[in-house]
Each structure stands twice: as structure tokens, then as C-alpha cells.
């Protein structure tokens, strides 16, 4: 037969793996929630975007139970108008409530986290980050971290050592400027690093290096503390209204989490990982 027109299933190289990986990607099992599809059969979504749809259309398919939606003839999930995303956000809003918090309510979140509450308070840090990102190798990241914190940890460093290594090491566009970050407030950190620099029951950073990595969201970062401004303790009266929004915020998302797992429960969930309520996260 001639190559040129004998059927192929790849490249044609000995080792090509394009044939076994078009015959795995057309297995992939299709999602579905109660039957209807996600994705067409061959595709496969990245799975926080398979987890989105999957919830739109898990609250669809509850919007045509309770009438508020047409049903569908179709058995792929359907392409939702902004007026059917409008329906979907009125039913949850009716099916979710948030109840204001007591004023007592608001009172022992203020006691418990005091630190929070702090203002004008600020440090003026330099970093070096080691950034954690996709395929790198953890443990070698962290190993080359911790040898250079125990080098800036060390008797007689150089005062320039610091700002070398940010220049050699770090993974931050302030490596240019030896790792200085400015001063910062709360707010102008990553929660993770907020909570090491400001939110602490015992304030323990002081001047100098920070003994310890500190790992955010970013990586791992070597901290060095140059300067700090206490500020001081905002009373109750001012911040009960942000407390209050905050409480009612967190009490949403809680009850928002509670009804979509609930909704999952209820359904038959096919290739797609959903959390249910029978979970022991949710109380």
C-alpha cells in the first residue's frame, strides 16, 4: 500500500504517543449533572472551570424545578442569557440568607482580634522571594530558601549581604531595589504575610531578620524588618460597622456553600468532583 495514502494514526515517528493520546483524550468520560452534559464528548475543561459549570448548572436545573426557568430539550448544558443568570442570582439571594449580626455578636469578634483593628500601624520590610510556581520543585526551592536564610542568620553578615541575594535570588521585581518593599500597612499585604507582620497575638518580629520562612500565597520569602510604627487600637464604635459587614459577609459565604452542597447531594454528579453535603465540612 502506498504511504501516501495508507491510513495514519499519528506523526508516523516509532515513539509518537499522538495516537494513544487523541484515543485517551476521545475516552475522557463526558461530565454530566442528572444526565445533561457539561463539555462535548473529547473536550476537557480545566477543572476549576468544570466546577463552574457544573454549579450554573446544578442552579438551572433548580430554577426549572421551581418554575423560574424554561426546560431545556437539549441534553448539553444550555449557553445561559444574562437574563437567565439574573433568575439564577434572585433564586439564590431568596434561598441564601445572611441575618445581621448582634451588636453582642460584633463585640466578641472585636476582643477576639483586636490586632485587626489596628491603625496606622506600619513596617518597613525588605524581601526575597522564592516563588512557588507550576512544576517547581518544592523541596529544592525551600532547601536553597532556608540556605540562604541561615547564611542572613548568621554572625558578622555584610549589611549589603541582604540586598545581594534579593538581587541574585529573588522572584519579586523589587530584587532590583536589594528586595525593599516600603512601608506597608495590613492592607497593602498578602493576608498570609499581614497576619506574620501585624495580626499576631504576641508581636514578635522586631528588627532584623525574621527567623523563620514566611510562606504566602507567592512562595517563601525571607523577611527583614527595618523599621515599625505601632500605631494604635481603634475603639469598637468606629469599626462596628465594618466588623458587622464583615460577619455578614462570612455568613453568605457559609450559607451560599451550605445550599450549593445541599443541591449537590441531591443530584447524580458524573466526572466532576463537587463537595455534598453529607461532608463532614459542612456544619
Known sequence: MNASTSPSSGCGSGSCQCA???AALSAAPVASI???SLHAPGEQPEPQALQELAYTELLRQQ?????LLPRSTGLVTPVLSDA???VLEDMVDAAVSSPQPTDEECQRYYTANKAQFVVGQAVH???ILFAVTPGVNVHALTVRAEKALIELL???VAPDRFATLAGELSNCPTSTQGGDLGWLQPHDCAPELANELFHQTQQGL???VHPRLIHTRFGFHIIQVLGSRKGKQAPYEEVRERIAAQLTLQSRAKALHQYMSLLVGQALVEGVALERADSPLVQ
Do not use: P, S
Not at 63 to 67: D, E, I, L, N, R
Open 206 to 208: 522586631g528588627l532584623g
Open 125 to 127: 520590610v525588605r524581601h
Open 34 to 36: 442528572n444526565g445533561i
Open 84 to 86: 437567565e443568570r439574573t
Open 20 to 22: 494513544t493520546a487523541a
Open 154 to 156: 548568621g554572625k558578622d
Open 63 to 67: 430554577a426549572v424545578q421551581a418554575g
